[in-house]
């Protein structure tokens, strides 16, 4: 019940409304963040659809995709590496299919 009235009075007059159905009250949906982009962005292309690479493409900007897309890269060749015991240059050209270094 305190919740209710602390999100009640905590609001700007304007904003305390009660009239408005629940639905209306709800902030609008936000735009996906470039993390939130890359991740939809690389499953997609595992599972090769294609309408779903389109609509991630979509989100942000090219460049900003590309430096999700290389976070993402680099933080799961990371945790591949922690969970195999080896190299993270091991793990990324195995991934590659290239020979050891």
């Not at 609509?55 to 890269?73: C, M, N």
Request: net charge negative; aromatic share 6%.
């Amino acid at each position: 019940m305190f919740g209710r009235l602390h999100r009640f009075f905590g609001r700007r007059p304007a904003e305390r409304n009660t009239e408005q159905p629940p639905e209306e009250r709800r902030p609008a949906k936000r735009a996906p963040n470039l993390f939130e982009a890359a991740a939809a962005y690389v499953s997609a292309c595992a599972e090769d659809d294609q309408e779903q690479i389109d609509e991630a493409s979509d989100w942000v900007s090219p460049e900003a995709l590309s430096f999700g897309v290389s976070e993402l890269a680099c933080r799961a060749v990371i945790a591949l590496a922690r969970e195999r015991d080896e190299s993270p240059q091991t793990v990324a050209r195995e991934l590659l299919g290239l020979p050891a270094a």
